[in-house]
């Protein structure tokens, strides 16, 4: 029998964006950027979100969004992108804020920024991948911290290693929601879409 198309085990896996399977090196620190529609997307959806944090702001795409509405407080980020206050690392912020925290965490550390949030705050919104909903530990998180809304985008929303939209976004297999918690939620999430 001959294939009409040859391709390997890391194909399917690559177009999906798996970390191990990528045709490119992942960015070491796990920058990447939000397309500033999805702030857009936010505040037309959820426009009582206010006095926002945005505590991973790298080159600033979602906070200069939330500013723009008057929305901003404050923005931080661990690195020294051109954006927002460099070198604070939210992960060790001690004490409480009195308004929301948004962003599109790094990936590989999205639980960790989910749970400081909330503790933080208990207002959240995170910009996440539909797959942060599964594994035994995310379980765990989600019976402790259940969201009360997750919008899901019915298109694919774009994301890009370093903030270069125009050599890395151009397309996208990955799903995107944004994922709300709010203080003192104990009900189940309800699912909307963008």
Not at 111 to 140: D, H, P, W, Y
Not at 187 to 193: F, M, V
Request: glycine share 6%; charged share 25%.
């Amino acid at each position: 029998m001959n294939k009409d198309w040859t391709g390997n085990s890391r194909s399917a896996h690559a177009t999906l964006g798996a970390r191990n399977y990528a045709l490119e090196e992942r960015e070491t620190n796990d920058y990447y950027a939000t397309h500033p529609s999805a702030a857009q997307d936010l505040m037309r959806i959820r426009p009582d979100i206010n006095n926002i944090w945005e505590c991973a702001c790298g080159e600033g795409h979602l906070a200069k969004e939330f500013d723009k509405q008057g929305k901003l407080h404050r923005a931080t980020d661990l690195f020294d992108r051109g954006y927002g206050v460099p070198n604070f690392d939210f992960l060790t912020q001690v004490g409480v804020y009195d308004g929301w925290i948004v962003t599109n965490p790094p990936y590989k550390y999205a639980q960790e920024f989910c749970e400081k949030a909330i503790e933080t705050s208990g207002n959240v919104a995170m910009f996440l991948k539909i797959q942060f909903l599964e594994g035994k530990r995310r379980k765990k998180f989600f019976e402790k911290y259940p969201p009360g809304d997750i919008y899901v985008y019915s298109f694919r929303q774009r994301c890009a290693m370093n903030g270069d939209f125009e050599k890395y976004a151009k397309s996208n297999a990955v799903s995107y929601a944004w994922y709300i918690w709010e203080k003192d939620n104990k009900d189940l999430p309800t699912i909307h879409w963008i």
